[in-house]
């Protein structure tokens, strides 16, 4: 079943419509917003609430539909295109979060948030119990967080079998070669990295991120080494699970 912390689904879509009667004109503002939620692998619900103004006057409606998740999009769609005889654009924001556990005997633990929106995946990270200067962070090969050591989790994800590197390299990169960081004096670190090469649970192996793990590392990826960049010990681990 699917774990309801780890997955949401929200989709936001704003529709302006001007349109005319007669000599009068009228502006109507619509603002169309729809929250899906798995219920479980094969039951998605959806909460569609649409405002509209007119003239100064407010109107809220709300529908709420449950079932498959092709079938409830399709309702979706007829609902809202009922309301003004206008197709709206369905934008998916996909959304998991996971918390990084302490590996090594460290105190090292945070949160990171995977978002994938317009064909963009951001990975947004939050990591305590670090030691001042530069760390690395990777995707490794398998969500699997159950060794001390967090060797458990394989090797670098590399699904197009190039060399490691800095992300972009024209000599190669891995995909979960997300690179360095810094931390502060109490402990604290941040990263903030986007890519249109990753995608949250889709059917694409080159791309799905999706059962693999963050990892971060002791110490400073030097770019070169093969096949892992020499970072030193595994520090943390979070498993990129939705189940």
Known sequence: MKNFNHLCIALISTLVLLT???????????????????????????TVTIQKESRGEQTETIEVYQGPEAEVKEKIAAYTQSKDGEAIEIEIRKKIK??????????????????????????????????????????????????????????????????HGFWGSTDGFHRGDIGNFE??????????????????????????????????????????????????ARISCAGIITE
């Open 20 to 46: 005319s009667c007669g000599s009068n004109n009228k502006e109507v503002k619509q603002s169309v917003k729809v929250k899906m939620e798995r219920v479980d692998d094969q039951t998605v619900k959806a």
């Open 98 to 163: 996971v918390s990084l556990n302490a590996k090594s005997g460290t105190q090292t633990t945070g949160m990171v948030t995977l978002t994938e929106a317009d064909g963009m995946v951001s990975l947004e990270a939050h990591i305590n119990g670090l030691s001042e200067g530069t760390h690395a962070i990777h995707l490794h090969e398998t969500a699997d967080c159950s060794s001390e050591d967090g060797t458990s989790t394989g090797g670098h994800w590399n699904p197009t079998f190039e060399n």
């Open 183 to 232: 931390a502060d004096a109490s402990g604290h670190g941040m990263v903030n990295f986007k890519t249109d090469l990753w995608c949250l649970d889709c059917d694409d192996p080159v791309k799905n991120i999706v059962g693999k793990a963050i990892i971060v590392h002791q110490g400073q990826d030097d770019l070169v080494s093969q096949p892992s960049g020499a970072a030193g």
